[in-house]
């Protein structure tokens, strides 16, 4: 029995500074691939970041132009319209310009 633990215990000297040097590149190179992995994440929440600023900037300038659309719309609208019912021609009596049904651009 001691001849058996003596050359186990032999074998696994002889073999461990091998498979410590193996375990030490293993960890060296999953340790790599955990820093690369990071910087990706960190690379990616930052694009995420910038997209956000760029979207909410975008929602601004369609916000913009819709109510800048809708006030022109507002300001055309009695143009559209045509002269007040009670109003006959030559239309200046009721404040309507010469062409009460034609929009001005």
Known sequence: M???LGLSLGIFL???PTKFQELQTQVSELSAR???AEEQVRQ???RR????KAN????EIFASHRNA?????????PDRRGPPRNC???WKDCGIGENPGRVER
């Open 2 to 4: 001691s001849s058996y």
């Open 14 to 16: 002889a073999l461990a």
């Open 34 to 36: 955990l820093w690369q």
């Open 44 to 46: 990616m929440r930052s």
């Open 49 to 52: 970041k910038e997209d956000s």
């Open 56 to 59: 909410a900037r975008v929602v």
């Open 69 to 77: 659309w809708q006030a022109e719309e507002k300001r055309a609208e």
């Open 88 to 90: 006959s021609p030559p």
